[in-house]
T-cell receptor, first 112, second 115 residues
Framework: SQQGEEDPQALSIQEGENATMNCSYKTSINNLQWYRQNSGRGLVHLILIRSNEREKHSGRLRVTLDTSKKSSSLLITASRAADTASYFCALYSGGGADGLTFGKGTHLIIQP | DVKVTQSSRYLVKRTGEKVFLECVQDMDHENMFWYRQDPGLGLRLIYFSYDVKMKEKGDIPEGYSVSREKKERFSLILESASTNQTSMYLC??????????????FGEGSRLTVL
């Protein structure tokens, strides 16, 4: 099963700035999801975007999907200290099971 | 709110011991999953189950087995723990949907150390 690749691996920005992280993959997908993980905790779902969608919003989050480039981006606007976490993209490529394949994540640090 | 509960947050076991990691979800989800998370490797799928008594191997099933006797409970078993199984183990559940994989709900994780 394919794994998404997040970029950058780590990102440090000032509070109030926007944070952008990217996910690239190799073969076609059914949907792509973004998750957040605070240190030492479980993952929390943020957004799901289907292969026929190009953009989705949720609060301060904006996700885009470009299937021709096989890439997605997650934008967090007006970042806050509480946004400090690791962010993972997860791919669903279809098939008989509903398991997701996760990337290695982007570690985001928001400096106060 | 969906709740996925993992029985132990931290465990320390000795090499060769049998280890049970328990996971319970309270939202009647059909699908349940076990992942392990290691630095630099991300999350890797060990096993999943889409129904009671059904199980499917994920990407790294070697050294593990699972049990799903009731819909709400999914157990991960390490028959003979080894040091390379020291890891964070994450359980997740989701609704089964014909429209493709939906949102996963994760537990808080079980950090296992094998000495």
């Amino acid at each position: 099963s394919q794994q998404g690749e997040e970029d950058p691996q780590a990102l440090s920005i000032q509070e109030g700035e926007n944070a952008t992280m990217n996910c690239s993959y190799k073969t076609s997908i059914n949907n792509l999801q973004w998750y957040r993980q605070n240190s030492g905790r479980g993952l929390v779902h943020l957004i799901l975007i289907r292969s026929n969608e190009r953009e989705k919003h949720s609060g301060r989050l904006r996700v885009t999907l470009d299937t021709s480039k096989k890439s997605s981006s997650l934008l967090i606007t007006a970042s806050r200290a509480a946004d400090t976490a690791s962010y993972f993209c997860a791919l669903y490529s279809g098939g008989g099971a509903d398991g997701l394949t996760f990337g290695k994540g982007t570690h985001l640090i928001i400096q106060p | 709110d969906v709740k996925v509960t993992q029985s132990s947050r931290y465990l320390v076991k000795r090499t060769g011991e049998k280890v049970f990691l328990e996971c319970v979800q309270d939202m009647d989800h059909e699908n349940m999953f076990w992942y392990r998370q290691d630095p630099g490797l991300g999350l890797r799928l060990i096993y999943f189950s889409y129904d009671v008594k059904m199980k499917e191997k994920g990407d790294i099933p070697e050294g593990y087995s699972v049990s799903r006797e009731k819909k709400e409970r999914f157990s991960l078993i390490l028959e003979s723990a080894s040091t390379n199984q020291t890891s964070m183990y994450l359980c997740a559940s989701s609704l089964r949907s014909g429209a493709g994989a939906g949102e996963l709900f994760f537990g808080e994780g079980s950090r296992l150390t094998v000495l």
